[in-house]
């Protein structure tokens, strides 16, 4: 069984509504949960909130969280998860914000840098990964990511 179908499969299973929040990422987490075959019973919605302004105005980060920490940070992606379980009711919801290049990097976050916020039983946990390769490589890489850790949060 692929690892989006293992999600989709322990999200039916335990009836847990999902959403999320993705910048780097552009929607691809969405897209890969949605490819599950009933999903829909599950799945409330998604947010891309690519600039500040869309993750402030539309998933609650504050501006100083993006003004200390900058918009790829783990600060950043615990709310952004935080923001689209409040903002959707969701159960568990995730977020996924990075650097995925060519450019935009800087030697404090280089291209390939990722942060990650997973909102589930009200905690909210974070992480960096850091990744190799073009910009498509840095976004799968991404979403494998994010459901793995998904996956691991919920069995």
Do not use: Q, W
């Not at 959403?19 to 891309?48: H, L």
């Not at 783990?74 to 919801?93: K, Q, V």
């Not at 404090?108 to 990650?116: I, S």
């Not at 009200?122 to 073009?134: E, L, P």
Request: glycine share 10%.
């Amino acid at each position: 069984m692929s690892e989006i179908k293992k999600l989709g499969a322990l999200l039916k299973e335990k009836n847990i509504s999902i959403s999320g929040a993705e910048s780097c990422t552009g929607g691809m987490v969405a897209a890969e949960i949605t490819s599950v075959d009933g999903i829909s019973a599950v799945f409330n919605e998604s947010f891309v909130t690519y600039s500040n302004d869309a993750k402030h105005r539309n998933l609650g980060v504050s501006s100083e969280t993006l003004e200390k920490f900058g918009a790829v940070s783990e600060e950043c992606a615990r709310e952004m998860a935080e923001g689209a379980a409040a903002r959707s009711g969701a159960d568990i919801a995730f977020s996924v914000t990075g650097i995925a290049g060519p450019t935009g990097g800087t030697k404090e976050k280089p291209v390939g840098t990722v942060c990650f916020g997973l909102f589930f039983k009200g905690k909210t946990i974070s992480k960096t990964a850091h990744f190799d390769g073009d910009r498509e490589s840095v976004r799968k890489a991404s979403v494998d990511f994010i459901i793995d850790l998904m996956i691991s949060e919920l069995l």
